[in-house]
Every structure is written in C-alpha cells, then in structure tokens.
C-alpha cells in the first residue's frame, strides 16, 4: 500500500474509541493486530464512478450519516453503533458484509438502472458527501472470518485492499471519518463535538430505526410514552415495537404507532430504512403522528422526500385505517 495511504489508515486506526454500548464493541473490533497478508491497488474504475455521482449528492452532507444507517438495515444489521467526536466519526454494525467486489463496484450502484434503496448505493452516497469534508482518513473495513476488505478515498483516488490471515471475527462493517486537524478540533474537541451536526441529524430522523442504535454510547431509540398506541405487523417487529405493550391492531402487513405530542399538528412519519420521513396529514388528529415502518418505499434522487408512489398510496391508506380502528378501541 502506498506511504500515503498507509499513513491515512493507521491514523484511522489509532483514534479509535471504546464504547460503553455493549460488551460486544464493532467499532472496537478494528484493533491493530500482528500478523496478515495485504493486497491493494487503486481503482480506476472506482474512481470514474464516484466521479459520475453528482446526481446524488445530498443538499445537507451531514445527512450522509443517514445514509450509513439505512445501509446498516438494509444489510440486515441487527444493532448499530455510531461514536461522534469533536474530529472524526466512527460508525460499526454487523450483518452481511462487503465483499472486495462489492467495494469495487460501491459506486456503480447509483446508475439509473440501479435501485437507489440498495445498501450499497446508501453507502456510496454517504461516501461521496463524507468526501465532501475533504478528511483525513475515509475508510470502509468490512469482513467475516480471517479475511477483511478496504475501501479508503484519498484524494482523488479509490484504493481497494484485501487483508487475510488475521483472527476470525463475526461479519462487521466498519466507516471510519477523520477530519483534517485545525485549531478548533485540536484545542477545543470536547466543545466541537456538542455541535457536530450529525448529532441533531440523528435525534430528529433516526429515533425509529428497527434495529437498536447506540451514539456515543446511549441508546438512541424513542423512549415509551403512556399513550402510544402500537400497530401490529408482521412477525418480526422493529426495536421500538418490542418496547411497547401489545398491538391494539395486530396481524398488519407493517409495523406502526400512534405517538401524541410529536408535532404540533397531525403528521405521518414514513420510516425507510431507518430513517423518518414526516409529512404533514390532515387525516391524523391534532398533536399526533402516525408512524408507518416499510423499507420497500422509495426515496426521490434528493433523499429528502419520498416518492409518491402506489406502494406509499396503499400504505397510508391501511396506516389511517389501523389508526381510526386503534383510536376507537382505546377508548372503549
């Protein structure tokens, strides 16, 4: 691997933080180890295709963190963990990981023909806005067993490595950001991570995500409140369903709850793959929000809205359905 590189990666590598969201710690996981094989090159291809992406770039680049949650549940992660600090960013789940290949080919997965809701194209849309930082180290490790694949921008360039011969670990993807050292971030670390915007990103529109979401440490989910009404789904509910007393509509082709108090009028909030959508409803009564939970919804190229569609006609159509039939059982 070249000095430049190389000197990126092991900076990435030491400012790792131990977190205290579980025993079992994925960002942890990246510990220096002794003895492996490395293989790498740059990738030409790689990097004509992250150039071809400006479609994609998001209005808001900290939302790139959104991203790399939705990419987690869409890979079938079963918990995320998100460390922010005053320099760098560090995010950790389980689930399938990314082969060399797949890393490869992370940035032609946003061609027309693609589908933009894939993991893979969430991850190469928060690279690309992730870049925008103009960082120190941008690194992607994702592996299972003894073998582990590398993704890592720098500058212009993709580089693309495979480390084998290292201990067996669980499937885990690792992103790791660091930010170029300045004064602030130097002096000030502890003040600059209180407003890192990814924080506020996540409390506002990562609250429902399905799968447990640790930041810095703290359980990330919406906490239960006296009056939420749960909607039954399918066999496998979301985090927040679990925390909740029984369905007062159960056997529902998705997930939902009725919350009181999120917004000053009635709202339906679309969770895609982690992430809340709101959307003012006149249907819902005042002071509420529906909550309506499908990862088969499609988000339009700014990743802001969602697009009006059948599937999201038909579910908003069952969604005030359930919620009328829950209202009306609530108050028997």
Same mark, same amino acid.
């Given at each position: ?24 710690d994925?960002?942890?996981w ?14 030409l291809?790689a990097?004509?295709a992250?150039?071809k ?20 549940v ?24 990314f ?21 893979s194209?969430h ?16 690194i992607?490790?994702?592996?299972q ?13 993709v ?18 950001l ?6 602030w971030?130097?002096?000030?670390p502890?003040? +600059?991570?209180?407003?890192r $915007?990814?924080?506020?990103? !996540? %409390?506002?529109?990562?609250? #429902?995500?399905?799968?447990?979401? @640790? ?24 985090d ?7 369905s +007062?509509?159960?056997?529902? $082709?998705?997930?939902g709850? !009725? %919350?009181?108090?999120?917004? #000053?009028?009635?709202?339906?909030? @679309? ?42 006609? !038909? ?15 609530s108050?028997?």
């Open positions: 691997m070249p000095t430049c590189c190389r000197r990126g990666y092991n900076l990435g590598r030491e400012s790792l933080r131990v977190s205290q969201a579980t025993s079992q994925y960002i942890q990246l510990r220096q180890e002794a003895d492996y094989q490395s293989s790498g090159r740059f990738s291809e990097k004509k992250l150039q992406m400006q479609a994609h770039q998001l209005l808001h680049p900290a939302e790139y963190i959104l991203q790399l949650v939705s990419c987690a869409m890979r079938n992660a079963t918990r995320i963990q998100i460390e922010v600090g005053g320099r760098d960013v560090r995010v950790g789940f389980d689930g399938e990981p082969s060399d290949k797949d890393l490869e080919q992370i940035f032609e997965c946003c061609q027309a023909h693609r589908a933009v809701t894939a993991s194209a991850l190469a849309i928060a690279l690309q806005a992730m870049k925008t930082y103009n960082p120190d180290v941008l992607v490790e994702s592996g067993g003894k073998t582990r694949n590398v993704l890592q921008l720098y500058e212009q360039d580089w693309i490595e495979t480390r084998s011969g290292l201990r067996p670990r669980d499937a885990v993807t690792y992103i790791g660091e930010h170029s050292l300045n004064l971030n130097f002096c000030f502890s003040i +600059l991570k209180g407003t $915007p990814e924080l506020s990103v !996540l %409390r506002r529109r990562a609250l #429902a995500c399905p799968i447990p979401l @640790y930041l810095n440490g703290e359980d990330l989910g919406f906490p239960r409140r006296p009056g939420d009404l749960l909607l039954g789904g399918p066999e496998t509910p979301p927040w369903a679990r925390r909740r007393p029984a +007062l509509v159960p056997e529902l $082709p998705f997930w709850m !009725l %919350r009181f108090g999120s917004y #000053a009028e009635g709202a339906i909030v @679309y969770v895609q793959a982690g992430v809340a959508f709101p959307e003012i409803d006149p249907q819902v009564p005042y002071g509420m929000a529906l909550y309506l939970q499908d990862d088969t919804l499609q988000r339009d190229l700014s990743h802001q809205n969602l697009v009006n569609n059948e599937a999201k006609t !038909l579910l908003r159509k069952e969604g005030l359905k359930a919620m009328r039939q829950a209202l009306e059982r108050r028997s």
